[in-house]
């Protein structure tokens, strides 16, 4: 193990100066892959300071407006170790350039959750006929303009629990298919790359195998398979570190029932408190062995701030300063042991393909589901095809700093001193050769364009990947996490045998 450590600290340090910007992840099968066709594993934490009553449609800021606070949250993401955050609700007006091109710099990914808890910014679950309409479907294309343009956007969640209980399985789930249909009809129509959009379901044994059948089947008629999910994320809390196991947890019972899936499956939601602090033991004992990882593509912990439901990893005091909880340790130390580096191929992913849709089926899973496949028009064809009016299309900037002005501190309560970011990707798309400005090792350039796949990558010699921050074994892991692929094609290219 340690040796294999100090490999990754020496093959990134020798080219400490090259990054690349993170590029977009894509589907293939049942897993998300990165751009060298290569899975991708969801390691990523929920993310949403202030909680759901953070957001106001007149507020000056959201949870990713404010460059400094995403900054600090940034440092903190990064040595946790995670490459992907969920973010529930966001504004379409407001300017998240510089937030997204922070979380590009650490080589983090997200995935955003289009509705709000506003009333006229969601379904209704009880009423999606009433609640499904234009000005609802103009908050939802604002938001794909303001994201649509950066490349670590991972993808859309169109809902999350819309489909709770007995009624709203009785009367939502069409509703969700025609969401999703909208969307996606509006990113062909709008946006430059295809983005995956997804439903994020409740923690509802039957409901939730229901509605992954009723979303990931296909059907031959080009206007229904539109609306399908191109993900599925599980909601589950029924791992609690510090109780349960792979057996009494159920995830063995998950890993059958949720075998053969079509489309990437993964927790958008995990992490019981039960038992505090949380040890995480569904980290290495579940969610990331090799057994669970052919079946759902890792997974995301509820959540990044202390609220008042507790899950949080690190505190947030008013004064902006944040603190670590003992959680944020002990996940971290978690997903420095993770392993799944050194078994996840392309051999995990699965392209089958799934059935057709069969609502007679489905229906017999749990008899309360609407597997209705007869999906409500679109109250808004012509916005759908004009756009949504918002300008708010968001790009990536250069950063105006690397350091956080918020103070950070550690368990206790001692501030860390040295807060900055390791930026391992730039905010420039892949380029063409001629834009390489460094040739300190130009037999590795040239190979790391074949071998690797970052074909096009410009060697930027403004990248200030510190060498400090390989230090310990966590920070490698964040390393790792963040620029895996990078780091991989890397020590590939010196030879070095990566066993983690
Ligand atoms: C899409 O590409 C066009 C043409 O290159 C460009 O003008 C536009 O800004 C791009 N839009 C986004 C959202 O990146
Ligand atoms: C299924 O949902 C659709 C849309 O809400 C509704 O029109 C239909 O009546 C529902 N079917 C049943 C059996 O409730
Ligand atoms: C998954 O596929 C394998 C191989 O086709 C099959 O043996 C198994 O029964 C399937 N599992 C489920 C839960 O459908
Ligand atoms: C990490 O792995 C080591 C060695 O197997 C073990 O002793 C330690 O308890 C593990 N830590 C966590 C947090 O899983
Ligand atoms: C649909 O599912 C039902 C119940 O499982 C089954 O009896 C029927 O044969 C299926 N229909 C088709 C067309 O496969
Ligand atoms: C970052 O730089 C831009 C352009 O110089 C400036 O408009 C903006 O206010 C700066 N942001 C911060 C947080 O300093
Ligand atoms: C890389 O750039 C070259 C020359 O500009 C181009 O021919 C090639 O298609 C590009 N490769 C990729 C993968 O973009």
């Avoid at 897993?31 to 009553?53: A, I, L």
């Avoid at 200030?464 to 780091?487: K, M």
Wanted: proline letters at 4%.
């Amino acid at each position: 193990m340690v040796p294999s450590f100090r490999a990754f600290v020496v093959a990134f340090c020798a080219f400490s100066s090259l990054a690349s910007a993170l590029l977009p992840i894509t589907i293939d099968g049942n897993m998300f892959v990165d751009s060298n066709g290569d899975p991708f594993v969801v390691v990523g934490v929920d993310y949403q300071p202030g909680g759901s009553s953070g957001y106001s449609n007149s507020a000056s800021s959201d949870v990713l407006s404010d460059e400094d606070v995403c900054l600090r949250d940034a440092y903190l993401l990064q040595k946790l170790g995670v490459n992907t955050i969920r973010t529930y609700t966001v504004s379409p007006w407001l300017n998240h350039d510089a937030c997204m091109s922070v979380l590009n710099a650490v080589g983090i990914y997200l995935i955003l959750d289009v509705n709000s808890p506003l009333g006229g910014e969601s379904i209704q679950r009880d009423d999606p006929a009433n609640s499904y309409n234009e000005g609802y479907l103009k908050r939802v294309f604002s938001i794909v303009d303001a994201f649509m343009g950066y490349p670590n956007l991972l993808g859309f969640f169109a809902g999350n629990e819309v489909v709770n209980d007995a009624t709203s399985a009785s009367v939502s789930p069409p509703y969700i298919r025609a969401v999703q249909r909208d969307i996606k009809n509006y990113i062909a129509l709008h946006a430059n790359r295809t983005i995956p959009v997804g439903y994020s379901a409740a923690d509802d044994n039957s409901l939730r195998v229901a509605g992954w059948e009723y979303f990931q089947c296909d059907s031959d008629e080009e206007s229904l398979q539109i609306s399908r999910s191109d993900f599925y994320g599980l909601n589950s809390y029924q791992w609690c570190s510090g109780r349960d196991d792979f057996q009494t947890s159920g995830y063995g019972v998950l890993e059958t029932t949720f075998a053969n899936s079509s489309i990437p499956l993964f927790f958008s939601e995990f992490g019981c408190n039960v038992i505090q602090p949380r040890t995480f033991t569904e980290i290495n004992g579940g969610v990331y062995t090799e057994s669970m990882l052919q079946v759902f593509d890792g997974g995301l912990v509820y959540e990044y701030s202390e609220e008042d439901n507790s899950y949080g990893l690190v505190k947030i005091a008013s004064d902006g300063s944040a603190t670590l909880k003992q959680d944020y340790v002990n996940l971290q130390a978690a997903y420095a042991n993770m392993t799944y580096k050194s078994f996840v191929s392309k051999s995990f992913i699965d392209t089958s393909g799934s059935s057709n849709c069969n609502a007679t089926y489905i229906e017999s899973i749990d008899s309360s589901f609407n597997a209705s496949f007869s999906l409500p028009d679109c109250p808004a064809e012509a916005m759908l095809k004009s756009g949504s009016g918002n300008n708010n299309i968001g790009k990536w900037i250069a950063l105006n700093s690397t350091q956080t002005t918020y103070k950070i501190y550690d368990l206790n309560d001692q501030e860390i001193s040295n807060t900055e970011i390791t930026v391992v990707s730039d905010q420039t798309q892949p380029e063409s050769e001629s834009s390489v400005t460094s040739s300190a090792v130009p037999s590795a350039t040239s190979a790391a364009t074949t071998t690797s796949g970052f074909g096009n990558t410009s060697l930027s010699t403004t990248a200030s990947a510190s060498t400090s921050a390989t230090s310990s074994s966590a920070a490698t892991a964040a390393l790792v996490g963040a620029a895996g692929p990078l780091v991989l094609a890397l020590a590939g290219l010196l030879g070095i045998t990566l066993v983690l």
